[in-house]
């Protein structure tokens, strides 16, 4: 069902991909490779899976983990862009890139644990029939 609770924190995680790929047009890591702007792009279709396979919650579990170790990347690719940035390390100057994958994966990680406890009652629920 799409009004469970899993499903808002999966789809706040999605929109903090969306709003890392709207704010992070101006990070140039690797050259010319668009490594945030297709990372941005999985993260939001694993995340609309995610969201639309609410029967099987086993897949929704896979495909958070894979969303989370995306995202922890991405945190890693932009704290090293942001330490190669001229002018130390001062965040309002730089920008706020790096929140949206923290973000991300602190959501997810949520929505993992609620999907979990769905699990749980389910199994629960068949041992009684």
Known sequence: MLQRIQTIWTLLAVLAAVFLFITGQD???????????ISCIALVLIGALSIFSFKN???Q????????IINVLLIG??????????GGIQIPEKGIEPVFPLIAVICLFIANVYIRRDERLVKSVDRLR
């Open 57 to 59: 919650r086993k897949r």
């Open 27 to 37: 990070v140039d890591v690797f050259g010319n490779i668009p490594v945030i702007d």
């Open 77 to 86: 690719v932009l704290a090293y862009w942001l330490l190669n940035l001229s």
């Open 61 to 68: 579990i896979l495909l958070n983990t894979f969303s989370i």
